[in-house]
């Protein structure tokens, strides 16, 4: 058992189901999307915003923008462990690889805030 | 060499094969301080090769199988020059070392009962001979030695065995008792030259089938063991005998197993005829392998063999079934189809006796003590030192060796000197001591090496070698012949003695190696040569031409080759099992 | 025949070089890439490479053969060379080379051991052997008979990033092979050993190992078999 990366206590397991689980959502997520153009030729603003202005497109959103935070986070997560490691960056690996990750922590989190703040906002 | 360092150890085990791992095992399992040093991987020793299995009476093929009909089998075999009380012992104790391995997790193949599977081997019989074919062999498919030697590594990682990895030995370190206080080795991988102490060193060295141009063994098989025996001064015994295996693959010597026979296989010459039949009407193609690969020569040597040159013959799988052949054989499809560019399920393979066992080597008793004799002719022990393996003459195997009776050896005898020097220790076995002198000794022939200037290089010293043997000393044999392979290879020795190592960098030197194995092959060559001179008559695996028949009166006995003068003596054979009536010498005929 | 061999000693060597050296072959045989760096050798004895049993079942003389993994002593010069063409020879990739075609296994032996690569059964052993139907004996074919040659792991771009933590496919092999075991009783602590971000997961089904394994075996089919048996045995 690999114990010395510290991946937010989750198992390679649960990794790997959340990875694809939030996968098929972004996949019906970007389905719907999709038909929602197709069945409105003449899309303005008007229909995008009504379209979001049901409650129940609004929790699908977020239930997606929590998945694809998810997704980007465990993804990003594993980039950085397989890419970033004292193989290839020598003593330093480990600060640059935390640092990266921070970075990513961040951005993750200031789409999830700013998505929800879009969806549910004023 | 000043400052080198010690390692000590309880136990030092040579070699880490089936033999050397099985003993390191048992060792290891009761706590002993243990190492085994080995030139290769351990999971890359000679026994990987091993493939149709090894024979012990389970009683899963015959319910009523008996080890005492095995017992008769391998005396039969051995041309009753085996020693009866080690083959007493190694086939009633079989069956417990057989389930051993098992529960070890040995993945052998299995009957409809979920039993070991069982096949039908050379030489083997139900009944003392009178039952007919026994299957008797216990298999993994065609890869058992593979099987065997992988569960046995994986048992050592369990039981934390010191493993010495890409180690070489280069000579025992004999002090001035002539007892044996460990071995001088070499690191590959730094070129580090360390004295290796322990309270008992056991060589589990292997096979040396590398003294012959055509043979099944591997690369590595260069009589480490034997040769650092004999540069101690000790005797070897029965080392004229060779087995010559009759299904090497033509032109590449790599082996095809018995088990294509035992499963139904059998050879033909060039009219198809499957010429067994008249050599040995019972067993046929399952005769012993001695009887096989002569019949296979002559079949040759008369004209009948198959190939533009008529030099070899062919042995027929198809009618078995593709189904059959890719479940029981699928080793030996992948060997045939990459070395001898054949499908057998197609055609049949051409196959040739090739150079495949030691018969003999460093005597012992059953419990792997290595022995001698002194000026009476009586057996001494060598305090300190071990054999088990192939490297070992218990004497199981006598004058030639049944199919599936090596691996059997391996364990049987790998677990005896385990559990035998477990009691010596247990009973306060202490650390003898060595001199400055004793080990510098011991280290004179690498400090040579690594003086050398100038001489002939290894490659054409050995290739030179091995043509001698192979054509001096194999199936066949002749008196001029072989005085005149003696002569050769007596010139041989100075510039073996000689040779030159351009390469002296310390990183991972193979060049090294090989010069030292060099040596080593030269000794177990020269050994081979004397004693098959000097044992004026046929059996088992050494035929002669100018002896054509087995001589009880004068040869019913072992031959010991003592190296110091170059002089063939006679040790008797064991004919007093202690639970069995002596099996007497009658006519072998299969 | 030219032959290119990636040549470095430590004791004299700062770097390593693709060296050439020029091999007369017998025009009439298919030699063996092992019989060629024999030739090689006999010109030339400060050539280093491992080999044993020259038949493909020691796993000793893997090495990168131009440009694939493989084993020296079962790979014909017709399959890799092109007539007029050159061979080249250099040690496995992704590990440490100690010299010339010569690796350092360590990290590869200690992944396979990580596995706890033998057979765990708490219960007394019966007096005979363990019973094992055929039908359960032959889920453990196309896994025993791997021979540690380490031509996959080195092969996995996995293995190449994380060779200290991802088990690699040699070693994943092993695990389902005592996973599939029936006469074998650890599933639960095997499979709990293995349920970390890094063992198991870092395959991404790349099949670079299935692609060069000299004994035709398939890791990756083992790894998928031993995630399923993850999810089961998390849910």
């Known amino acids: ?122 | ?590 | 025949m030219l032959v290119s061999i990636y040549r470095y000693n430590p004791d004299t060597d700062e770097k390593p070089v693709m060296q050439d050296v020029e091999v007369e072959l017998p025009e009439d045989k298919d030699l063996m890439v092992l019989d060629v760096l024999a030739l090689v050798k006999q010109q030339d004895s400060s050539v280093v490479y491992r080999r044993s049993c020259r038949e493909g079942v020691c796993g000793s003389d893997g090495m990168n053969i131009n440009g694939t993994n493989g084993l020296a002593c079962i790979t014909p010069m017709s399959t890799v060379v092109k007539p007029g063409g050159k061979l080249v020879l250099r040690p496995l990739p992704g590990l440490p080379v100690i010299r010339d075609l010569v690796v350092d296994m360590s990290i590869f032996y200690k992944q396979y051991e990580k596995i706890k690569p033998y057979l765990i059964n708490d219960t007394a052993p019966p007096a005979i052997e363990r019973l094992q139907s055929p039908e359960d004996r032959a889920k453990l074919d196309g896994l025993y008979e791997c021979i540690l040659c380490a031509c996959c792991s080195t092969n996995c771009p996995s293995f190449w990033w994380n060779p200290d933590k991802f088990i690699g496919p040699a070693g994943l092999l092993q695990a389902y092979r005592f996973l599939a075991d029936t006469r074998d009783t650890a599933d639960n602590e095997r499979l709990s050993e293995l349920d970390d971000p890094f063992s198991v997961f870092r395959c991404r089904g790349i099949m670079n190992c299935v692609a060069v394994c000299p004994k035709g075996l398939n890791p990756t089919r083992a790894i998928g078999h031993i995630r399923s048996m993850l999810i089961e045995h998390g849910t």
């Not at chain 2, 080392?239 to 059998?266: D, K, N, S």
């Open chain 2, 1 to 590: 060499m000043t400052g080198m360092r010690t390692l000590t150890f309880d136990a030092v085990i040579v070699g880490g094969g089936g033999a050397g791992m099985r003993a390191a095992l048992q060792l290891a399992q009761s706590g002993y301080n243990t190492a085994v040093i080995t030139k290769v991987f351990p999971t890359r020793s000679h026994t990987v090769s091993a493939q149709g299995g090894i024979t012990c009476a389970i009683a899963s093929d015959d319910p009523n199988d008996d080890w005492r009909w095995h017992m008769y089998d391998t005396v039969k075999g051995s041309d009753y020059i085996g020693d009866q009380d080690a083959i007493e012992y190694m086939c009633s104790e079989g069956p417990q070392t057989v389930f051993e391995l098992e529960h070890m997790g040995l993945p052998f193949s299995r009957t409809e009962k979920g039993r070991i599977y069982q096949r039908p081997f050379g030489g083997q019989s139900k009944d003392f001979g009178k039952g007919g074919q026994a299957a008797r062999t216990c298999a993994a498919a065609d890869r058992t030695g593979h099987a065997l030697l992988h569960t046995l590594y994986q048992g050592n990682l369990k039981n934390n065995t010191a493993f010495l990895n890409e180690w070489y030995a280069t000579d025992l370190v004999k002090n001035q008792d002539g007892a044996i206080v460990g071995v001088i080795a070499i690191c590959i991988e730094t070129g580090e030259t360390v004295f290796v102490k322990s309270k008992a060193t056991v060589f589990a060295t292997g096979g040396a089938g590398r003294i012959y141009a055509s043979t099944t063994n591997a690369l590595i098989n260069t009589g480490d063991g034997v040769g650092m025996a004999l540069r101690a001064g000790f005797p070897v015994q029965d080392i004229e005998m060779w087995q010559f295996h009759p299904t090497g693959i033509y032109g590449a010597g790599t082996l095809v197993t018995e088990g294509c026979r035992g499963e139904g296989g059998y050879l033909i010459n060039k009219d198809g005829e499957r010429f067994m039949e008249r050599y040995a009407p019972n067993a046929k193609d399952l005769a012993g392998r001695d009887v096989v690969a002569r019949s296979m020569v002559l079949e040759i040597l008369e004209g009948r063999g198959c190939g533009e040159n008529g030099d070899h013959v062919m042995l027929k799988l198809d009618h078995l079934g593709e189904e059959v052949l890719n479940s029981k054989l699928p080793g030996i499809l992948e060997l045939s189809r990459t070395f001898a560019h054949v499908d057998p399920v197609k055609e049949p393979i051409p196959v040739v006796p090739t150079c495949h066992y030691m018969m003999g080597g460093i005597p012992t008793n059953v419990n792997g003590q290595a022995l001698t004799q002194n000026e009476k002719g009586d057996d001494v022990i060598i305090p300190g030192l071990f054999a088990v393996g192939e490297v070992a003459c218990v004497s199981v195997h006598g004058a030639n060796r049944l199919g599936g009776n090596s691996l059997l050896d391996l364990v049987v005898f790998g677990r005896a000197a385990g559990k035998h020097i477990e009691e010596m220790l247990g009973q306060g076995l202490e650390q003898r001591e060595a001199s400055a002198t004793d080990i510098e000794e011991a280290q004179n022939r690498l400090s040579k090496l690594n003086e050398s200037s100038s001489g002939e290089s290894v490659s054409t010293l050995r290739a030179e070698l091995q043509n001698i043997m192979q054509n001096h000393f194999g199936v066949f044999r002749r008196g001029d012949f072989m005085q005149d392979g003696i002569q050769k290879l007596s010139a041989l020795r100075e510039r073996i003695a000689n040779v030159h190592l351009d390469d002296k960098s310390l990183t991972f030197n193979t060049a090294r190696i090989e010069a030292l194995e060099l040596e080593n092959l030269f000794e177990v060559a020269e050994a081979t040569a004397i004693a098959a001179e000097g044992r004026n008559e046929s059996r088992g695996a050494h035929a002669r031409d100018d002896f054509r028949e087995r001589d009880d009166e004068n040869w019913l006995c072992h031959s010991m080759y003592f190296p110091k003068e170059k002089r063939v003596g006679k040790r008797g054979v064991n004919f007093s099992p202690k639970t069995v009536d002596t099996f007497e010498p009658q006519v072998r005929s299969y």
């Open chain 1, 1 to 122: 058992m690999v114990m010395n990366v510290t991946n937010l206590g989750r198992s390679g397991l649960s990794d790997w189901i959340v990875q694809r689980f939030s996968a098929i959502i972004l996949a019906a997520y970007s389905l719907c999307i999709l038909a929602s153009f197709v069945m409105n030729p003449d899309m303005d603003f008007e229909t995008w915003s009504s379209i979001f202005d049901n409650n129940a497109m609004r929790l699908f959103s977020l239930i997606t923008l929590l998945a694809l935070c998810a997704h980007a986070w465990i993804g990003m997560w594993t980039i950085s462990t397989d890419y970033m490691t004292s193989l290839q960056l020598g003593k330093s690996a480990t600060f640059f690889r935390i640092m990266f990750q921070a970075g990513c922590v961040l951005l993750i989190a200031v789409y999830l805030l700013w998505g929800i703040q879009i969806f549910w906002g004023n």
